[in-house]
């Protein structure tokens, strides 16, 4: 069974950066699509960036894109959430999330595993 666990929230003030990780247990990566999901108090979880294990490719919502980077290290099995330029808007709890198969799906509602979240908080 696959396990994902969340790290790197925090406080940041605004313009700053943080760097998430998702590292995964039980499986490796090879065969999953990895998303990074967010949710704001009283909005519904939004899709953020995702990754696809086996060839790399990226995606990332309109809102972070040039902004986030996502990357992986296989060796490490991790994913990692690179975020500069950090706005109030982006406040909530990150969320990664792994769906098995090598489509890329946007709804999280599609994604089969779930990490636990971690809080970022970007304030001045």
């Known amino acids: 069974q696959l396990q994902l666990v969340e790290s790197g929230g925090g406080v940041v003030q605004p313009g700053g950066s943080l760097r998430l990780s998702c590292a995964a247990s039980?499986?490796?990566?090879?065969?999953?699509?990895i998303g990074w999901f967010r949710q704001a108090p009283g909005k519904e979880r939004e899709g953020v960036s995702s990754?696809?294990?086996?060839?790399?490719?990226?995606y990332y919502g309109a809102s972070v894109k040039g902004r986030f980077t996502i990357s992986r290290d296989n060796a490490e099995n991790t994913v990692y959430l690179q975020m500069n330029s950090l706005k109030p808007e982006d406040t909530g709890v990150y969320y990664c999330a792994a769906f098995r198969g090598t489509i890329v799906p946007w709804s999280p509602g599609l994604y089969d595993y779930w990490g636990q979240g971690t809080q970022v908080t970007v304030s001045s």
């Open positions: 990754i696809r294990s086996s060839d790399g490719s990226t």
């Open positions: 039980g499986s490796t990566l090879d065969s999953y699509v």
